[in-house]
C-alpha cells in the first residue's frame, strides 16, 4: 500500500522561529496539498500544488506560509515567524485521482 | 463547493450496519460526493465517492438519491475499529483532484 510519509511527526519551536514541515508524497502523484487541524477543530486546506507552483490557497495561507518541491520526492511547507495560533497538526497529502492520500501528520507545538 | 451538513454524531452497535445521512441540497451537477474519515487525529482516509450512480466498494456503499441532493453511506457490519469522524465533501475540481473542504463530520461511535 502506498504511503505519504510526514517527518518530523512532533516538532516544537519557539515562537518567531521558522519551521519546515517536510513530506514525501506518493511517487507517481501530481497534486500535493497541505491541510492543518488545530486541535478539537476540523481539517482546514491551505494550499494545494501542481505542476511546480500553488494553484490554489486559502485565506490562512498567508506571507508567512510558503511550499517547496526541492527535489523529485520532497514537498516542504514553510512557517517564517511562528505563532502561537499556528500550534495545530499539519497533514499532506498527494493524488492523481480521486482518492487522496494523507500522511500522518506532524504536530506544530509553537510555544 | 457545495456545503455538506451532516449530523454531529451517531452510535451503532458493533455488527450492525452503520447509515451515515448527508445533505447537500446545493450540489451542482458536476461535483462529486466524497466520504473520507478520521480516526482519532489519524490522517484522513478515503473511503468512497460518486457522482450519481450509487457505489460500493470493500470499505463501503455510497448511495445518492436521485435528485443527488443528499447520499447515505453504508458501513454494512460496524467494528469498533471503524470508530471515527466522518466527512461528507461535495468537490468539484478537474480530474478529481481539486482541493477538499472539510466540515465538522458525523463522530460514528461503535459499540460492544
Known amino acids: 500500500e502506498p504511503e505519504v510519509t510526514q517527518t518530523p511527526s512532533h516538532q516544537v519551536t519557539q515562537m518567531g522561529q521558522e519551521v519546515i514541515l517536510r513530506c514525501v508524497p506518493i511517487?507517481?502523484?501530481?497534486?500535493f496539498y497541505w491541510y492543518r487541524q488545530i486541535l478539537g477543530q476540523k481539517v482546514e486546506f491551505l494550499v494545494s500544488f501542481y505542476n511546480n507552483e500553488i494553484s490554489e490557497k486559502s485565506e490562512i495561507f498567508d506571507d508567512q506560509f510558503s511550499v517547496e518541491r526541492p527535489d523529485g520526492s520532497n514537498f516542504t511547507l514553510k512557517i517564517r515567524s511562528t505563532k502561537l495560533e499556528d500550534s495545530a497538526m499539519y497533514f499532506c497529502a498527494s493524488r492523481d485521482g480521486p482518492e487522496a492520500f494523507f500522511g500522518q501528520g506532524t504536530r506544530l507545538t509553537v510555544v | 463547493d457545495a456545503k455538506t451538513t451532516q449530523p454531529p454524531s451517531m452510535d451503532c452497535a458493533e455488527g450492525r450496519a452503520a447509515n451515515l445521512p448527508c445533505n447537500h441540497s446545493t450540489i451542482s451537477g458536476n461535483e462529486y460526493v466524497y466520504w473520507y474519515r478520521q480516526i482519532h487525529s489519524q490522517g484522513p482516509q478515503y473511503i468512497i465517492h460518486?457522482?450519481?450512480n450509487n457505489e460500493t466498494n470493500e470499505m463501503a456503499s455510497l448511495i445518492i438519491t436521485e435528485d443527488r441532493k443528499s447520499s447515505t453511506l453504508i458501513l454494512p457490519h460496524a467494528t469498533l475499529r471503524d470508530t471515527a469522524v466522518y466527512y461528507c465533501?461535495?468537490?468539484?475540481?478537474?480530474?478529481?483532484?481539486?482541493?477538499?473542504?472539510f466540515g465538522q463530520g458525523t463522530t460514528l461511535q461503535v459499540k460492544p
Open positions: 460518486g457522482l450519481k
Open positions: 465533501i461535495a468537490s468539484l475540481g478537474s480530474g478529481n483532484t481539486g482541493k477538499l473542504i
Open positions: 511517487s507517481n502523484h501530481l497534486y
